[in-house]
């Protein structure tokens, strides 16, 4: 499912954007491979990385769904080209606002933390028009160890998604509301973007109590809501690397 928002009249209503939905685990037998299923619960947003003309778009659709979490597997170039912009402020307690149609899009760069192979930040999204002004926090972590066009170490994808889900849990147990999807991008939004994704649902279901994880069928389900998911035949042999690496920790 594309993502579609009311902007007005003088703006296009679409982002580069789908929504990924939570895959269930496979409980009964092998042959029911390929039959996975999903529950109507938005479990992500698969999007590119922002460009210079729709950082404010991408900060509103994350105000809009009340998204915690920004997971970028990307940096801000690959062989001297732009994949991604800079869509963040980089000086602490100092807002910049972003021109979203009909809104002003404010980000405030509240908190970094810098690790091994990731950088986290906690910004706070203000949104307001003539009449009213909201803020929504969120946390960005920015991985820094996965070029374009290739697959990251095994150790630091387990630091990564390890960190994602311990700060994901805590939110989860903090808030008193139900809280929105997790914004996963890279630069096109589809290879790095379905790996990570992948490594979550095959986390989750080997938590499970599933007789078996197939994850072809996982990709595929994915690719149903957005192309190319997983694009590189690396990226998917790495998936099954990575799913046999965990099963003998």
């Known amino acids: 499912m594309m993502i579609f928002y009311h902007l007005s009249t003088n703006f296009t209503d679409y982002i580069n954007a789908n929504f990924i939905r939570t895959i269930e ?62 869509y963040w402020p980089e000086k602490f307690n100092t807002p910049i606002s972003y021109k979203c149609t009909d809104f002003e899009v404010s980000v405030t760069l509240l908190e970094v ?29 920015h991985f820094t160890e996965w070029e374009n066009f290739s697959i990251p170490t095994i150790r630091n994808m387990h630091e990564l998604v390890e960190e994602y889900e311990k700060d994901y849990q805590l939110l989860v147990n903090q808030s008193t509301v139900s809280i929105g999807p997790t914004v996963v991008h890279c630069s ?41 998911m997983v694009e590189l035949k690396e990226q998917y042999l790495f998936l099954h690397e990575y799913f046999a690496h965990t099963l003998t920790k």
């Open 25 to 86: 685990p496979l409980l009964s037998s092998k042959n029911d491979a390929l039959q996975y299923t999903a529950n109507n619960h938005c479990e992500f947003i698969a999007t590119q990385g922002p460009l210079k003309q729709t950082i404010g778009d991408f900060w509103y659709m994350i105000y809009l769904f009340k998204c915690p979490y920004i997971v970028m597997l990307t940096g801000l170039h690959h062989n001297g080209q732009i994949i991604c912009d800079l």
């Open 113 to 141: 933390n810098q690790s091994n192979c990731f950088v986290k930040r906690i910004f706070q999204v203000s949104v307001s028009n003539e009449s009213i002004e909201l803020s929504h926090n969120v946390t960005q972590i």
């Open 188 to 228: 096109a939004g589809v290879g790095r973007t379905g790996t990570f994704i992948s490594v979550l649902v095959v986390r989750r279901h080997l938590r499970s109590a599933c007789d078996f994880i197939s994850i072809p069928s996982i990709v595929l389900m994915l690719r149903i809501w957005r192309c190319c």
